[in-house]
C-alpha cells in the first residue's frame, strides 16, 4: 500500500464478542492517531484505514507488514541472527506501548507480523488504559500473564512483558510457554543471552517482573542490538569518570568565583584597637547624660530624706 511495504485486511464482526472487540479496536485506533499524529504513526503499530461500526455487518480494515509469526513454525527454532531481528522488533513494540500507557493483552505469534525487517503488532481489541480495571480474564494461553489468566486488579504494561517473553521463547526453542513456575526453570537452560535476557519475565505478579524498558537495556549491551530509535545505553565508567571531573571543575570555579566576588566588595573603616591595659574612653554626650542622670537621683534622694524628717 502506497509503496510502503503494506497490505490491508479487512475484519467482519458476526457476533456480539466480536462487535465489542471491533469497537475497542476503533476506540483505540483513535487514540492511537490522536497520540501519534499521522506523520509519527510508528511501522510497529497496525492503522485502522476504515471502519462501519454499526450495520448488520460491522468491519473494519486494517494495514499489515509481512505474515504473523505464527506462520515460522515450520522454521523453529529461528537461527541466532533472524532470532535477535525478531527480538528487537518485538522490543520495539513494547516501547511504544509503554511510552502510550497502553496494555494491548493479546501478544502472541498469531498478532506479531513480521516482514523480515519489521515486527508490526495488530489486533488491539483487547487494549486497555495502564491502570484500568482488568475487568476478567483476558488473552489465550499460554502466552497471557498469571494476572490476566485470573482478570483481577488492573492492567499494567508488564502484563506485555510476560507474553512477549513467551513469544521470544517460543521463537528461539520451538516449544510452546507453561506456567510461570515452569518457565522460570526452563530459562535457567537457556543459552548465556536469550537466559540474561528473560531473567525477572515469567514471574508470577506484574509488580514483580521486569518492565519492558530494562528489557531493552540489556538488550542493548549485546553485540547486534538494532533497535537505537530513543534509546540510551548505560554510560561506561570512562564516561562516568568524565562527567564527575567535568562537574569537580564546574563546582570549583564556582567558587573561585564566589571568592572573587568577596575580595571586590568594598571595605568599611573599622574603629582603631585600644592599647592594651587603657580605659574605655566613652562619648562626650554618653558622659553629660551619666552626669545629669547622677544630679536628678541625688536631689530626688535628698527631697525624700526632707519629707521624712518633716512627717518625724
Not at 16 to 23: G, I, M, N, S, T
Not at 132 to 147: F, L, M
Request: net charge positive; hydrophobic share 40%.
Amino acid at each position: 500500500m502506497h509503496g510502503g511495504g503494506e497490505h490491508v485486511v479487512q475484519r467482519i464482526a458476526h457476533s456480539d464478542a466480536a462487535r465489542r472487540e471491533l469497537e475497542r479496536t476503533i476506540r483505540t485506533a483513535d487514540v492511537l492517531v490522536r497520540r501519534l499524529g499521522v506523520l509519527g504513526y510508528p511501522p510497529e503499530l497496525s492503522r485502522i484505514i476504515g471502519y462501519r461500526p454499526d450495520g448488520r455487518a460491522p468491519f473494519l480494515v486494517a494495514t499489515r507488514r509481512g505474515r504473523p509469526l505464527s506462520e515460522m513454525g515450520d522454521r523453529l527454532p529461528l537461527a541466532a541472527g533472524q532470532l535477535w531481528a525478531v527480538v528487537d522488533g518485538i522490543l520495539a513494540v513494547l516501547r511504544h506501548l509503554g511510552d502510550l500507557r497502553l496494555v494491548h493483552r493479546d501478544i502472541r505469534p498469531e498478532t506479531l507480523w513480521w516482514d523480515g525487517t519489521t515486527v508490526q503488532l495488530a489486533d488491539f481489541g483487547l487494549t486497555v488504559d495502564e491502570g484500568e480495571p482488568r475487568g476478567g480474564t483476558a488473552g489465550a494461553d499460554p502466552w497471557r500473564s498469571p494476572e490476566q489468566a485470573k482478570g483481577q486488579g488492573r492492567a499494567d504494561c508488564r502484563d506485555d512483558v510476560y507474553s512477549a517473553g513467551a513469544v521470544i521463547f517460543h521463537l528461539a526453542t520451538g516449544e510452546e510457554a507453561t506456567g510461570a513456575a515452569d518457565m522460570r526453570d526452563r530459562v535457567r537452560w537457556l543459552d548465556s543471552s536469550l537466559r540474561n535476557l528473560l531473567e525477572g519475565v515469567f514471574t508470577d505478579e506484574a509488580r514483580q517482573r521486569v518492565s519492558a524498558y530494562t528489557l531493552r537495556l540489556r538488550r542493548g549491551t549485546q553485540p547486534g542490538f538494532t533497535d537505537t530509535s530513543d534509546f540510551q545505553r548505560p554510560p561506561s565508567v570512562s564516561e562516568l569518570e568524565q562527567q564527575a571531573r567535568q562537574h569537580f571543575r564546574e563546582l570549583r570555579a564556582r567558587q573561585q568565583a564566589f571568592h572573587q566576588q568577596q575580595q571586590r566588595r568594598p571595605s568599611y573603616p573599622q574603629p582603631p584597637a585600644r592599647p592594651p591595659g587603657s580605659r574605655k574612653v566613652l562619648p562626650v554626650d554618653v558622659r553629660r547624660f551619666a552626669v545629669l542622670s547622677f544630679a536628678v537621683g541625688v536631689t530626688i534622694l535628698g527631697v525624700l530624706i526632707a519629707l521624712v524628717l518633716a512627717l518625724a
